[in-house]
Structures are given as structure tokens and as C-alpha cells.
């Protein structure tokens, strides 16, 4: 049984999850509509799809140990960015948010003694390292390309081999 405490912790980390996803849904309806960004388009519509699984998850294991699981209310993500720079340094950012909320959520569960819990987020632990280099990986080669437009092209062409070759060439586990 989930305490109070944990349970609102983990319908938060629901509503972050479904916030990501929302937001990497922005990001490649924006990029679906830029020349030339097929890639990176497709890029987010799988990121988001791969954060609602997460947050499927949180909510099955909420209900699975006799919590509720909440589908949270969704506001407006930014739905028009500057440039493709400024598109991944949300993304960035946001990796960066998810997995500091993930860490306090495993501080609570060890304060808690709340070791199923705490098992049960070790995956999400593994996911944010993993999701946080890709971030950073990405950015540094855009930042190496800057405003060069064969650089451009030839990382929309390579964002899902690097992206699979990151995450272990098998694609992500959910």
C-alpha cells in the first residue's frame, strides 16, 4: 500500500510525464512543418510516444499498489520555437526537470522505507541518464554545426541512428 505522500508524489511525476509527452508532441508538430526536419520530426513523435508509456507506468503501479492513478490536466506546451538550436535546449531542459523530480521521488521512497517504490523507480533512474546524454549529445552537435545547412541536413538524416546507437542500438525499453 502506498502512503499519502507517495502516491501524490507519483501522480506528479504522472502529470510530468504527460507534460513531456505533450510538449515532444509540440516539437515535432513544429518540425514537421519546417523544411528539411523530417528526422527530428519523427525524432519527438517517438520521444513523445516513449513518454507516455512512462507515465502508463507510474499510473498501473500507482493502481497496483492500491493508490490511484490520476490522468492529470494538460496545459498549452509551447507550440513554436526560434529554431531547431532552441527546440533542443527545452528538450534539454526538460530531461533535466524530469530527472530531478525522479530523484526526489527516490529520496522520499527510501525516506519512507518505502522499498518497492524504490525498486520500481530504479528503471526510471536508468531512462533519465540515458535520455539526459542523448539530450546533451544532441546539442553538442548542433552547437558544432551552428548555421551550417549541410550540417543541418546530415543531422536530421542521422538523429535516429545516433539515437539508436545511444540507447544500446535496440531502441527503448518500456
Known sequence: MLSKTIQEALNAQVALEA??????????????IQPGLQGVSEFFYIQSDEERVHMLKLIKFVNERGGFG?????????????????????????EIKVSESINDLVHMALQEKDYATHNFLQWYVSEQIEEERL????????????????????????????????????????
Open 135 to 174: 539530450a546533451r549529445t544532441l546539442n553538442e552537435k548542433l552547437e558544432l554545426i551552428g548555421e551550417d545547412k549541410s550540417g543541418l541536413y546530415l543531422f536530421d538524416r542521422d538523429i535516429q541512428n545516433l539515437r539508436m546507437q545511444l540507447s544500446g542500438g535496440g531502441g527503448k525499453g518500456h
Open 19 to 32: 507534460a513531456s509527452s505533450q510538449a515532444y508532441l509540440a516539437m515535432a508538430s513544429w518540425a514537421d
Open 70 to 94: 490520476i490522468v492529470p490536466h494538460l496545459g498549452q506546451p509551447i507550440i513554436t520555437f526560434q529554431s531547431l538550436k532552441r527546440v533542443f535546449e527545452e528538450f534539454l531542459q526538460h
